[in-house]
């Protein structure tokens, strides 16, 4: 079952986020860290820049890999997801450059149309976070129709790293990023599949604001279904969903979500 854990703050969230990851990386100084874009792991990774500066962490070693990446805009752009995840991760962690991919590597800034690369991308990818060894936690968001990664409704739950194409409600959500301008939003990404995500040893979804509830609803109690893509969690045997009061306003079952939270077990973490 998906543990969710219901927060006063995105605050909150963060620390019991970076908490788990300190865990991991004092146990495993080569962890493999699963990296998100977009506005809910924000406050997640504040939490950990200063958990690592606080604690003087060794970081030298912890390798990331990021969930997505638009098609069609240059590496360097500054809302490529390998510019977004070098300015919120990288750089505030400390951590290594070299250790820390998105899936636009695997393109090399390769067009829409070079058929070949784009078939083959999605596959090497996936072969490289195998070599890491895997994905040891891998943080997520959620999207207004429940999609994770860019994996929009009716996207395979068994799907590996491919091409997408953006739902135009996930691209009118973005255009926040590109001066509310929806045109200047690209309409393709390569993402990893819901199999490859699924695949991770730990994944912790992070939402906030009454304006993913319904979301959250259908992930956490809806019924298992490609429409929402999210809802696969519910496949996973360790998946611990942090929300805050808003975004939990729709569940049925918050009182039991608290309860069986305040009892869990100091040692178990999250």
């Given at each position: 079952?998906?543990?969710?854990?219901?927060?006063?703050?995105?605050?909150?969230?963060?620390?019991?986020?970076?908490?788990?990851?300190?865990?991991?990386?004092?146990?495993?100084?080569?962890?493999?860290?699963?990296?998100?874009?977009?506005?809910?792991?924000?406050?997640?990774?504040?939490?950990l820049?200063?958990?690592?500066?606080?604690?003087?962490?060794?970081v030298?070693?912890?390798?990331?890999?990021?969930?997505?990446?638009?098609?069609?805009?240059?590496?360097?752009?500054?809302?490529?997801?390998?510019?977004?995840?070098?300015?919120?991760?990288?750089?505030?962690?400390?951590?290594?450059?070299?250790?820390?991919?998105?899936?636009?590597?695997?393109?090399?800034?390769?067009p829409?149309?070079?058929?070949?690369?784009?078939?083959e991308?999605g596959?090497?990818?996936?072969?490289?976070?195998?070599?890491?060894?895997?994905?040891?936690?891998?943080?997520?968001?959620?999207?207004?129709?429940?999609?994770?990664g860019?994996?929009?409704?009716?996207?395979?739950?068994?799907?590996?790293?491919?091409?997408?194409?953006?739902?135009?409600r996930?691209r009118?959500d973005?255009?926040?990023?590109?001066?509310?301008?929806?045109?200047?939003?690209?309409?393709?990404?390569?993402?990893?599949?819901?199999?490859?995500?699924?695949?991770?040893?730990?994944?912790?979804?992070l939402a906030?604001?009454?304006?993913?509830?319904e979301?959250?609803?259908?992930?956490?109690?809806?019924?298992?279904?490609?429409f929402?893509?999210?809802?696969?969690?519910?496949?996973?045997?360790?998946?611990?969903?942090?929300?805050?009061?808003?975004?939990?306003?729709?569940?049925?079952?918050?009182?039991?979500?608290?309860?069986?939270?305040?009892?869990?077990?100091?040692?178990?973490?999250?």
């Amino acid at each position: 079952m998906t543990e969710v854990i219901i927060v006063d703050d995105e605050q909150e969230a963060g620390e019991l986020y970076a908490t788990c990851v300190a865990d991991l990386i004092s146990r495993k100084p080569d962890a493999v860290l699963g990296l998100a874009t977009g506005s809910s792991p924000l406050a997640a990774y504040r939490a950990l820049a200063e958990r690592v500066r606080a604690d003087h962490i060794d970081v030298s070693g912890v390798r990331g890999y990021a969930l997505d990446e638009y098609i069609g805009l240059p590496l360097d752009h500054p809302e490529s997801y390998h510019s977004t995840i070098a300015r919120t991760v990288t750089r505030p962690l400390g951590l290594n450059p070299a250790h820390v991919h998105v899936p636009g590597d695997v393109l090399d800034g390769a067009p829409l149309d070079d058929e070949q690369a784009l078939r083959e991308a999605g596959a090497r990818y996936d072969r490289a976070i195998e070599r890491a060894g895997g994905i040891d936690i891998q943080i997520l968001g959620v999207g207004t129709d429940g999609h994770v990664g860019f994996n929009e409704p009716g996207s395979s739950l068994s799907s590996g790293t491919r091409i997408k194409t953006l739902a135009e409600r996930t691209r009118k959500d973005n255009a926040r990023f590109f001066g509310n301008d929806i045109d200047a939003v690209p309409t393709h990404c390569i993402t990893q599949g819901i199999g490859t995500i699924l695949k991770a040893r730990h994944l912790i979804l992070l939402a906030f604001g009454a304006a993913k509830a319904e979301a959250i609803e259908e992930t956490v109690e809806g019924g298992i279904s490609s429409f929402c893509p999210a809802s696969a969690l519910q496949l996973h045997p360790h998946a611990t969903v942090i929300i805050d009061e808003a975004a939990a306003s729709r569940l049925r079952h918050k009182d039991y979500y608290r309860y069986a939270y305040e009892h869990k077990p100091a040692w178990q973490g999250i």
